[in-house]
Each structure stands twice: as C-alpha cells, then as structure tokens.
C-alpha cells in the first residue's frame, strides 16, 4: 500500500469518518425523510451542538430500541450481559469498541449498555 493511501486511512479513521457516514446512512434509511440533504444538514448540526453538549445528539434507536435489544442479549433474564456479548453488540451497530474499559469479570446491566450505546 502507497504510503499516500494509508495516510488517508489513518486520517479517516483518526476522525471516525466511517461510522460518521455509516450512521448518517442509517439514519436516512430509518427515517427516510422527503428532503434528504436537509435532513443530513440538520442531523449534522446535531452533532456539532451535542458535541458542545448544547443539544441532543441524533440518535437512532430510542430507550425502548436499547431494552429491547438487550433483552435479546439476555436470553435468561439475568439482567446483565457479558462485555463479550457488549462489544459485538455496539460493532453490529457499526459503533466503535476502541476504548471499552470493561473487564472479562464484569457485568453489563442495562442501565450500562444504554449508555453506551
């Protein structure tokens, strides 16, 4: 690989342009609103204001979304999950992992995993 090429990688992936684009993308799907450009442009101002935490971040799934979910995950209703099941949880999502604290030891209750997410 041409060191020109992975300098644009490594840019991309230091701004997290990917999981940008791809949750812009889920978005537009989940909505699928009748100006699209528009919708773009205002959920990126979401972000630019959450990010000065001046306004909500532009989330897809709501609170119901996440139980529901994580229900899923916990099959015997023991009321947490597993940082295994956490993290394949938040990469099936198409969030990033990098930076998960969690220990094999631990428990991830809900409370946890919405936050997360």
């Known amino acids: 690989?041409?060191?020109g090429e992975q300098q644009s990688r490594d840019y991309l992936r230091r701004h997290r342009i990917p999981e940008?684009?791809?949750?812009l993308g889920a978005l537009?799907?989940?909505?699928?609103?009748?100006?699209?450009?528009?919708?773009?442009?205002?959920?990126l101002e979401r972000v630019k204001a959450?990010?000065?935490?001046?306004?909500?971040y532009p989330h897809l799934m709501?609170?119901?979304?996440?139980?529901a979910m994580f229900g899923l995950l916990d099959v015997v209703g023991q009321?947490?999950?597993t940082p295994a099941q956490h993290r394949e949880a938040l990469k099936t999502l198409g969030l990033s992992t990098e930076g998960l604290q969690f220990g094999d030891d631990v428990n991830i209750t809900l409370d946890?995993?919405?936050?997360e997410v």
């Open 112 to 115: 946890v995993f919405k936050e």
């Open 20 to 23: 940008l684009l791809h949750r």
């Open 50 to 56: 959450g990010k000065r935490a001046e306004g909500e």
């Open 62 to 67: 709501d609170e119901t979304n996440l139980a």
């Open 28 to 43: 537009l799907l989940y909505h699928r609103p009748e100006r699209p450009r528009e919708f773009l442009i205002q959920a």
């Open 1 to 3: 690989m041409a060191a």
């Open 79 to 81: 009321g947490h999950i």
